[in-house]
């Protein structure tokens, strides 16, 4: 049996200690700002991103990685003898999972492409797994089943909490941006399918952390918690709130994660966003 290698995007949000060893390659995304390109994760990381975001007057673009990035990994990981899960960010999202499963049909590589169905530490969690597994020699078959159960079993809920990006990005218009933003709304989503469905506003960060708690609890009763990750973007004390209320229901490692830039772009800065998945026990 080959050994596996793990391809993913840089938005996958976990610490980067985690992957220390492990078979996991990076391609990452790309961005443009007041008319320079940045590459996600490489030349731009989150805090520089932000204190440029503030200066900017306008909306960040983002860009798939080219399907010519993945073919050159995908082929030089074939020349080593190994073959390769390559998993990205929810296809609903992004284009990256087809940009990825063009380059694999060209590739002389034997690749198996994953749509995860999420993004942020929601991906990294399946690609976090998978690069265990794949370390520990288990077979694709069991790799992906494995990650099947991961992805049915995860959660992913975020609070926006400014409306510009959404009026920006032409998802709301003007007139309710402003008159959310006047009534200090902050809408909280959940990704589910791989798309983005609002399930309810909060005016307060309090009122999202009792919220966020209230669903995790809901969706670990009798299940093993696997992994949990708070990811922020620019909101480290409001992560850490959540985090402080979180320890008292589960004893999990719960990390804390600044978003990519990626992921900014379209929510905003002050976003945070809980994610975690369970298991039976």
């Known amino acids: 049996m080959k050994p596996i290698s793990i391809v993913t995007d840089s938005t996958i949000d ?6 220390k060893g492990l078979p996991v390659h990076i391609v990452p995304l790309t961005l443009e700002l007041d008319g320079q390109s940045y590459t996600d994760g490489v030349d731009l990381d989150a805090t520089s991103f932000l204190e440029k975001l503030k200066q900017s007057v306008a909306l960040p673009k983002t860009s798939q990685p080219r399907p010519g990035s993945f073919l050159d990994i ?5 020349e080593k003898g190994h073959d390769v899960l390559s998993i990205h960010l ?8 087809e940009g990825a ?3 694999a049909n060209e590739s002389n590589a034997n690749v198996t492409v994953i749509d995860s169905l999420f993004t942020s530490s929601a991906l990294g969690f399946q690609v976090l797994e998978a690069a265990m597994m794949a370390q520990e020699k288990k077979p694709m078959e069991e ?3 494995r990650l099947e159960d991961i992805k049915n079993a995860t959660s992913l809920y975020i609070m926006v909490d400014t409306l510009e990006y959404l009026k920006k990005g032409g998802r709301i218009g003007r ?10 709304i902050k809408p909280v989503a959940r990704l589910e399918d791989g798309g983005l469905s609002p399930i309810q506003s ?3 960060h309090s009122q999202m952390i009792k919220l966020f708690v209230k669903r995790f609890q809901k969706e670990t009763i009798g299940r093993r918690v696997g992994r949990v990750s708070i990811a922020h973007a620019g909101t480290k004390e409001l992560a850490l709130r959540l985090l402080d209320r979180l320890r008292s229901e589960t004893d999990a490692e719960i990390h804390i994660v600044e978003t990519t830039p990626i992921i900014t772009s379209h929510t905003g800065p002050g976003g945070v966003a809980l994610m975690y998945y369970t298991d039976e026990m």
């Open 101 to 103: 499963s063009m380059a």
């Open 14 to 19: 976990l610490p980067s200690h985690l992957f």
């Open 74 to 78: 995908y082929n030089a990981l074939a």
């Open 143 to 145: 790799i992906v089943k």
């Open 90 to 97: 929810s296809g609903r999202l992004s284009g990256t999972v």
């Open 175 to 184: 007139v309710k941006a402003l008159l959310g933003s006047i009534m200090n």
């Open 202 to 204: 909060v005016r307060t």
